[in-house]
């Protein structure tokens, strides 16, 4: 359950992180962020495979830069649904969705037990 919550706190964090770095992605506060992190959470749990699946032939045709395309939707999608939580367009949700798994990236590798 600690996992879990670090896990919360990290993404909301990364997330207010990228929201400083690219402009045309805000996040409000702390809490839209820990908002922003559950959604995006779930969205990435529940939507992004059923997208990867039904885009699989474009994915394979663009040899998975497809993907990309699809993080960045699911981003903007989260964004619609977080109060306190914008993307102003496709291009800095795909920025923002790029330095989203960059930065989580680093963070699983300093805190494996987070990825758990």
Do not use: E
Not at 48 to 56: E, F, G, K, Q
Not at 79 to 102: K, N, W, Y
């Amino acid at each position: 359950m600690l996992a879990i919550i670090l896990h919360l706190v990290l993404s909301a964090a990364v997330l207010l992180v990228v929201a400083h770095t690219v402009s045309g992605f805000v996040v409000a506060s702390f809490g839209s962020a820990l908002v922003g992190a559950i959604i995006l959470g779930v969205v990435n749990a529940i939507v992004r495979p059923l997208m990867i699946v039904l885009t699989l032939p474009l994915t394979i045709l663009t040899f998975g830069l497809f993907i990309f395309v699809i993080n960045a939707l699911m981003l903007k999608f989260s964004a619609f649904l977080v109060p306190g939580m914008q993307v102003s367009g496709f291009g800095p949700a795909l920025i923002a969705s790029i330095f989203l798994t960059i930065l989580n990236s680093i963070v699983l590798a300093i805190f494996p037990v987070v990825g758990d």
